[in-house]
């Protein structure tokens, strides 16, 4: 079974400043997907950026963006000039390449981001 | 584009009662899941549907916990008799299908004294 872990219960960073949650993974496979999931205080999780296991190249999504070490299997993000609304819990998950009935998100136990001001 | 709808967003019952969640994915969504997200914790899938079919619900306490997802739209989750332990978020997601996205929905916070 594969497993995520999420050592920083918590961070800070300052408005505008840059922070990276850390997150490690425990697979066999070879072929998977990584997302970073926010959840704000309204409980919704929202997608932040996926990373296909296959693929070298790190994704970015504007602000946010990934340093993927498949031999460490590491997945950490990096927000880059931070704002309030990016306070949330963050959550890192991964999911295998779907074979029928496997596709749940397993998910990390999540960092609780604080911005401040 | 609406969201994934859920609803009650909050309830609270006594131990040993009984509670129904209801959910309605995306329209067209073909894949259902149910998490369940204990404080402190990530979600844990509870069980997936694909259309009306049930995909894994390995993790589902069967006991105590039923689902539906009747003509393949809408969902319930059951939980009958609640325990203390079940106080928890549960979550909502639907997907096109079993290789995209999942969205989430806003969940339904239960609280059992």
């Known amino acids: 079974a594969q497993t995520v872990t999420q050592s920083q219960p918590e961070m800070s960073v300052q408005e505008a400043e840059t922070v990276t949650l850390s997150c490690t993974y425990d697979t066999s496979e070879s072929d998977y997907y990584l997302f970073w999931y926010k959840q704000p205080p309204s409980r919704q999780m929202i997608l932040v950026i996926r990373q296909e296991a296959y693929k070298q190249q790190n994704a970015t999504e504007n602000r946010f963006s990934v340093n993927f070490q498949k031999a460490a299997k590491s997945f950490s993000l990096k927000i880059s000039d931070s704002q309030l609304g990016d306070a949330a819990m963050y959550f890192c998950?991964?999911?295998?390449?779907?074979?029928?009935?496997?596709?749940?998100?397993?998910f990390g136990t999540g960092t609780r981001l604080t911005i401040i001001p | 584009e609406a969201g994934v709808a859920q609803s009650p967003r909050y309830k609270i019952i006594e131990k040993r009662q009984s509670v129904a969640f209801w959910c309605n994915p995306i329209s067209g969504h073909a894949t259902l899941y149910w998490y369940q997200q204990i404080l402190g914790q990530g979600p844990k899938l509870l069980i997936q549907f694909q259309n009306n079919g049930v995909v894994d619900d390995s993790q589902l306490p069967k006991d105590r916990f039923s689902a539906e997802r009747l003509k393949g739209v809408d969902s319930t989750l059951k939980i009958q008799p609640a325990k203390l332990e079940d106080s928890a978020v549960y979550l909502c997601?639907?997907?096109?299908?079993?290789?995209?996205?999942?969205?989430f929905g806003q969940g339904t916070r239960l609280t059992v004294v």
């Open positions: 997601a639907s997907s096109i299908d079993r290789n995209t996205e999942a969205f």
């Open positions: 998950a991964y999911r295998s390449v779907a074979n029928f009935g496997n596709e749940k998100l397993t």
